[in-house]
């Protein structure tokens, strides 16, 4: 059987420091709020008991979680001191509270198998593939990821893409690492048209004046950005019959200053380059269906949520050839090798003059973007959890260890 307590449900403690107000509109944080409210819908008819806990902050979004008998979150003011948190402390917290299993759906903590069974979610390598960061950081993160791969009993990963960087980075077994898709939040992004007036109050907040190419997400270097910006003057050098702003919707996370240090280069006044800052989801989903187009330049992605976000709206979108994103999307997109602005600026501009090439991107893309739902990703992710769950039969506590 399993390692159910007593009364039946399997005990899932979930680390949420993903939650902390720190980690605001960037993608770990979407990530586990919508994992966490899916947990929330489908945890009682497997079985389970869901033991979120979460950060102590009145602003944090954790206190919209509500509490249900099978959905039971656990505010610790432990999560501030983040090194120990990190460092085995919300595993600790978790064997004391009596948890069966321990979820981590951000991979950033060293996960503690002689106390509990632990599945981890590891979104992506990037410490390890596109290191961007001074030496000592880079070397802990790195340390972070092997520690955490080797010592889970389980880890779930966003992409096949992903699953061959962990295996082969990471020296673990394939039979180890699970693929489980993300969703999407399908009451904001879908392809209702916008509502004109309050688009226009949002564009007006930002600075666009004419119709715009969007990008959105954190501002970070693997998000290509500064090519991006090439690419985009050199299209509108090229074709005076275009007109359009190019808008960079998200937060400015590391390394960001040589993005927006071209953003601001402003010799030629027909290419504007707007950089939104940190966006609400009400203003993210209007501002995504008033685009023209969406450019997806990255040169490395786990999942890349802002894509299927894109294609679920019906936004003509164009992506990357690199890593993981013709995978998640399917085929269904054009495709630019993400270290040629020429490419990139042609990928543009044929998009942009073709009005059948525009609709059958829409029309594929939102085909494709329906096969991911955070129902489903939670329902795969607890299905990973009771494979371990099996793993560990007849688990008994002696001495302060499972055995």
Known sequence: MNAAGANGLLKIAVDAS???????????????????????????????????????????????LAETPDFSPRQTSLMKFDRFWRYGGATAAAFLDGADIMLNPNGASVAVSSLLPTVTTIHDLTPMVMPCFPRRIAFLLKFFLMHTAKSSAAIITVSEHSKRDIVRLCGVPLSKVHVVYEGYDRSLFH?????????????????????????????QPRKNLSRLIGAYRLMLARNRNLDLDLVLAGPLAWQFEETVAAAR????????????????DMDLSLLLRGATLEVIPSLYEGFCLPMVEAMACGVPTIASSGSCLLEISGGTLRYFDPYSVEELAECMRETLHSHDLRAELCGRGKERAQQFSWDLCAEET????????HMVPGKARAAGVVL
Do not use: W
């Not at 979407?30 to 409210?37: A, K």
């Not at 509502?195 to 119709?211: E, F, M, V």
């Not at 030629?268 to 940190?278: A, E, F, H, I």
């Not at 607890?382 to 769950?389: I, N, P, S």
């Open 382 to 389: 607890l299905a990973v959890v009771e494979q371990v769950a």
């Open 18 to 64: 993903a939650l902390k107000s720190r980690y605001s509109h960037h993608g770990i944080q979407v990530y586990t709020r919508n994992l966490l409210e899916a947990l929330r819908r489908v945890g009682p008819s497997r079985g389970m008991q869901i033991r979120p806990f979460l950060p102590v902050q009145k602003e944090s979004i954790a206190n919209t």
């Open 265 to 280: 280069d402003d010799h030629d006044s027909r290419c504007r380059v707007l950089l939104t800052g940190p966006l609400s």
């Open 191 to 219: 392809d209702a048209p916008p509502d004109a007036a309050s688009l226009a109050g949002l564009r007006g907040r930002i600075g666009i004046k004419r119709p715009y190419i969007l990008h959105h997400g954190a501002v």
